[in-house]
């Protein structure tokens, strides 16, 4: 079996929270806590969930953009946690990341070529003509032409300055991109164009991507996989498929039923979770989302779920569990007992 080309296990990073003339450490917000995944090169991992689930800090932790706390990123058979200086540089040329805000990510103050120069200059790809070169074709790939280059970011719109953002990933050929929420700050008319061109990309390259996102309908359709996060854990993992017919999860079906469809077949009776997100620097016991989980049982407060797997179908709940012993392993019936409960007033 082909080794995975990213594998993460058991990834924390939690940020201290100190208080006091001394600034004592008196907490951390465990913005990620124990997430394991792994990335076949070529293919597309969807990782979802509400705001402040912890989903953009697990992309940046990967690439050491933040600085994990504990567990392994193995990038290609590497240590990324135990690289630094010279080989942590020449791998993040490797590892390339497209932010949300296109406003945000750009420098105004400089031009187009600049920018996407500045990491080539860094990595010494070439000399100048060379440079140009790259730069002209990463443009051209992302539908964009060589007179941009002598342009400003403001100068663009969002989608156009969304596809520079794409094409500063990609003039360093990469072999994989964090896509963090890359269409979220676009307009709806522009986001399928975007999706379209990222498709396209990886199959032109063979890329392989993590597609960070809250929209269940976008990462069905770019992901071959899907993993869910709920306060900073992964809650439930499978192929985009899969979750999209036979979600097993409480806080899945949830999701589901707030995506809006014009199929009447497709449309689910809406879910409305009681109370708030739980604070990630107070993470309840037991199961995190049992304080909002209209099925919570009593070990659901008291015992963390441990991974359940049926058919490659993983969830960490013990009601998943007990609906998928019921269903003797028929994942598709588990599915089916879970989504009537949950319709239940």
């Not at 500063?168 to 999706?195: C, K, W, Y």
């Amino acid at each position: 079996m082909t080794a995975p080309l990213l594998d993460v296990h058991d990834l924390q990073t939690h940020f201290p929270i100190r208080k006091g003339l001394l600034r004592k450490t008196v907490g951390a917000v465990q913005a990620v806590d124990g997430v394991s995944f792994t990335i076949p090169r070529g293919t597309t991992l969807g990782l979802v969930g509400e705001s402040g689930c912890g989903k953009t800090t697990a992309g940046r932790s990967i690439l050491r953009l933040v600085e994990p706390t504990g567990g392994s990123v193995r990038f290609a058979g590497e240590d990324v946690r135990a690289l630094s200086g010279g080989q942590l540089r020449g791998l993040r040329r490797r590892m390339q990341i497209v932010f949300q805000d296109p406003y945000g990510s750009l420098n105004p103050r400089m031009q187009v070529r600049s920018i996407l120069e500045e990491g080539l200059v860094i990595h010494g790809m070439g000399d100048a003509a060379a440079r140009r070169e790259k730069m002209v074709a990463a443009l051209e790939r992302t539908g964009l032409t060589a007179a941009a280059l002598e342009r400003y970011p403001h100068e663009f719109s969002g989608g156009q300055r969304q596809r520079i953002a794409i094409a500063r990933a990609l003039v360093l050929e990469p072999e994989f991109v964090v896509l963090d929420e890359p269409i979220s700050a676009l307009d709806v008319s522009i986001q399928a164009q975007v999706v379209n061109l990222l498709v396209d990309l990886r199959e032109q390259f063979g890329l392989t991507y993590l597609f960070i996102s809250h929209d269940l309908s976008v990462v069905g359709y770019i992901a071959d996989e899907v993993a869910v996060m709920y306060l900073g854990r992964i809650v439930e993992r499978c192929t985009a498929k899969e979750l999209a017919t036979t979600p097993l999860h409480p806080y899945t079906h949830a999701l589901f039923s707030a995506v809006p469809s014009v199929e009447p077949a497709r449309r689910r009776s809406r879910i409305v979770l009681a109370g708030d997100v739980p604070s990630p620097s107070r993470p309840p016991s037991g199961c995190r989302f049992h304080p909002r989980c209209p099925l919570a049982e009593t070990i659901c407060t008291e015992t963390d779920p441990p991974a359940t797997m049926a058919a490659g179908h993983l969830v960490h709940c013990h009601v998943a569990a007990q609906a998928i012993e019921q269903a003797q392993g028929d994942v598709a019936a588990a599915s089916a007992r879970i989504a009537e409960a949950m319709a239940k007033p």
